[in-house]
């Protein structure tokens, strides 16, 4: 992946929760972008968006449930701070992280990821 700076994981675990990093636009320019994904109640999304923010992150890309105080917080952050929310659907599969075609959806959901954040770069 080509982000690099700064990886914290939640709890110890294998899961990264956020990471702040470079990503070049089609032009050879680099942007500061988040991402954090834990959206669930009592996680510490709030704190993480923030870390974003204050490291001047273009681009905030924040995991969130679709109602609840983790999307309060994420509008009322990004109204604080004058970003724009878009909000955007994940890729899911009941069965696990593969479709039946062998298909693994953490790879497809990364690449979407990417190319969202290079035409919220445009």
Known sequence: MPFSSFIKTWHNDDYDSYVIGTLKDKNGKDHVIGIESQGDPYSNQKAWIEKCITANCEVIVAAS??????????????????YEVIEATTLDHEEGPKLSNGTDLR??????????IMKSLE
């Open 65 to 82: 449930r679709t109602y609840g105080q983790t999307v309060k917080d994420a509008y009322q952050l990004a109204r604080d701070n004058g």
């Open 107 to 116: 790879e497809v959901f990364a690449e979407n990821i990417l190319n969202l």
